[in-house]
C-alpha cells in the first residue's frame, strides 16, 4: 500500500549523530523544548527563528558536534518542506479561491437559508467543517467571524450558541484532517497512510465536533453571555461580486480532494496489488498532490471564472494565496529541522526504550507528548511537528491502521487547552469581543474538550481495529 512520503533530500545517518545517555538526552530535549519556548514565549521571536536555534540548542546539549547538527536540521527542513510545501500551497489558493469567488459566502448563506432554531448551532458545524477543509485556521476564522456575528445579531441567537461550533468545525478539522499542514508532516514522519489517516480522522472528527460543538456551546451560553460586537462585523467578499459560483458545484469543488483522496485508500483496501492498472491509476489521482491540484484546476473554472474573474484577476488571487503562507512554510520546515535533529541525536531510540519499560500505550504516549508541547510554546502545529519527530519510531512495527491512529493522537494533543501563548486564544477573543476570563471559559474549554474527546475515540478505535 503506497504512503505519503518523499525521498530525504539528505538520507538518514545511519548512526545517531550523538552517543549520549538517556539521562543526558532527556535533559537535551527539556533544554531545547525549554530554549524554543523561552524564544517565543519570553522574546516574541518568530517559531521559525525559535525553531531553528532550539534545534542546534538540543544539538549542543546532547554533545553532538555542531557541524553534524547542522546537517540533521538542514535535512530534515529539506525533507518536510519537499513533503508538504507544495501541499500547503495548492491548499491555499484553493482556500483564496473559495474565499474571493463568494463560493464560501454561496455555501453559508444556502445552508443558513435551510435552518433556523435550535438548528443553527448545527448548521454551524457544518459549514464550519466543510469551508474548513481546504482552509488554515486563521483564514477560516477570518472568514466565518462575520457570519457568526451577524446570525447571531439578526436571529437573536447568543453569540456562543452560534460561535462556539463553528469554532469546533474549524479547530477539529485544522488538528486532525489532511490536507492541513500538522496532520500532513505527522503523516510523513510515521509514513503513515493519507488515505486510512483521512478516513479515520473523519470518523474520530464527527462525534468530536458534536460533543465540542453544540452541545459544549449550550453551557458556554450560560457561562458567557455576550452581544455580538458590531464594530467586528466586516464586508463579506461577495458583497462586491456581480455573480458567485452556484452552491453544488462550489461544494463539489471543495471535497473533490478528499474524494479522490479517500478513493484512493478504499481501491487500495479492496486490490491490494500495486502491479494492478486500476488501483496504480488510483495512486496517482489519489495522491495529495494531483488530489489538490486537479482542485485548484477545477476550481479556477468552477469558482473563479463562476464568479466573472479574468484571468489578470485570477493571477492576482493566486499570487495573493501564496504571500501569507510563507510563514507557514517556514515554521513548518524548521519544525521538520528540529524532528530529524531529535531522531539523529538517538532521542526517538529513547522514547521508545522509555514507552517499552514504562508500559505507557504508544498512542497515549504521543498524545501527552503533543500536549506538553502545545502548552508549552501554544503552536499546533509546532506541537505537533515535534511529537511526531519524538514518537516515529514508535510506528515502524505498527498496522496501516494504528500508525494512522499514531498520526490522530498526535493531532488531538496539539490542540490541547489553548492559552496565552497561542495567537488563536488572542484572536478568537478580539473577534469575539471577550475578556481574557470569558476566553478561557469557553475557547480554551472547547479546544480541551476537543483534544480529550478525540484522544479518547483514537485509543478506543485502537482497541478494535
Do not use: C
Request: a neutral charge; glycine letters at 10%; hydrophobic letters at 55%.
Amino acid at each position: 500500500m503506497t504512503r505519503l512520503s518523499v525521498e530525504m533530500l539528505a538520507a538518514d545517518p545511519v548512526e545517531p549523530i550523538t552517543s549520549a545517555g538517556h539521562a543526558q538526552l532527556g535533559i537535551a530535549v527539556l533544554a531545547g523544548i525549554a530554549v524554543i519556548v523561552l524564544l517565543i514565549t519570553k522574546f516574541k521571536l518568530h517559531a521559525f527563528l525559535a525553531l531553528t536555534i532550539g534545534s542546534l540548542a538540543l544539538g549542543a546539549f546532547a554533545g553532538a558536534p555542531l557541524d553534524k547538527a547542522i546537517t540533521s536540521f538542514s535535512a530534515g527542513l529539506g525533507s518536510t518542506v519537499a513533503g508538504v510545501g507544495v501541499l500547503i500551497a495548492l491548499g491555499a489558493i484553493l482556500g483564496k479561491l473559495l474565499a474571493d469567488s463568494g463560493g464560501a459566502d454561496q455555501i453559508v448563506d444556502t445552508i443558513l437559508a435551510k435552518a433556523g432554531g435550535r438548528a443553527m448551532p448545527w448548521a454551524m458545524v457544518l459549514i464550519a467543517s466543510v469551508i474548513g477543509l481546504p482552509l488554515f485556521f486563521e483564514v477560516g476564522i477570518v472568514l466565518l467571524i462575520p457570519v457568526v456575528l451577524m446570525v447571531a445579531k439578526r436571529g437573536n441567537y447568543s453569540l456562543m450558541r452560534i460561535g462556539i461550533p463553528a469554532l469546533a468545525g474549524l479547530s477539529v478539522m485544522h488538528g486532525l484532517i489532511p490536507p492541513h499542514p500538522g496532520p500532513l508532516v505527522a503523516i510523513d514522519a510515521v509514513k503513515a497512510n493519507l488515505g486510512v489517516t483521512l478516513a479515520l480522522g473523519v470518523l474520530v472528527a464527527i462525534p468530536t465536533v458534536i460533543i465540542a460543538g453544540p452541545i459544549f456551546s449550550r453551557y458556554a451560553a450560560r457561562w458567557v453571555d455576550v452581544p455580538a460586537p458590531e464594530k467586528m462585523i466586516p464586508q463579506r467578499a461577495s458583497e462586491d461580486l456581480e455573480k458567485r459560483p452556484g452552491f453544488g458545484v462550489t461544494i463539489g469543488t471543495v471535497l473533490l480532494p478528499v474524494v479522490l483522496m479517500l478513493s484512493k485508500a478504499l481501491v487500495d483496501i479492496i486490490i491490494d496489488d500495486p502491479e494492478n492498472m486500476v488501483q496504480r491509476v488510483f495512486d496517482v489521482i489519489g495522491s495529495p498532490l494531483i488530489a489538490l491540484l486537479a482542485a485548484v484546476l477545477v476550481g479556477i473554472f468552477t469558482l473563479g471564472r463562476a464568479a466573472g474573474f479574468t484571468k489578470d484577476r485570477l493571477s492576482s488571487t493566486v499570487e495573493k494565496s501564496l504571500a501569507p503562507i510563507a510563514g507557514i512554510l517556514l515554521i513548518v520546515g524548521a519544525g521538520g529541522g528540529f524532528k530529524q535533529t531529535l531522531i539523529d541525536s538517538g532521542v526517538g531510540q529513547m522514547i521508545l526504550d522509555i514507552s517499552e519499560d514504562w508500559s505507557i500505550p504508544a498512542l497515549l504516549l504521543a498524545w501527552l507528548i503533543a500536549v506538553a508541547i502545545r502548552l508549552a510554546t501554544g503552536s499546533a502545529t509546532v506541537a505537533t511537528i515535534s511529537a511526531a519527530g519524538l514518537v516515529a519510531p514508535l510506528a515502524a512495527d505498527m498496522s496501516t491502521t494504528h500508525a494512522s491512529l499514531l498520526v490522530l493522537a498526535i493531532g488531538a494533543g496539539s490542540l490541547f487547552f489553548s492559552h496565552v501563548n497561542d495567537a488563536g486564544f488572542w484572536l478568537v477573543k478580539e473577534y469575539f469581543g471577550l475578556n481574557v476570563g470569558q476566553t478561557i471559559k469557553t475557547w480554551s474549554v472547547m479546544e480541551t474538550i476537543i483534544s480529550v474527546v478525540a484522544g479518547g475515540l483514537v485509543l478506543l478505535l485502537s482497541l478494535v481495529i
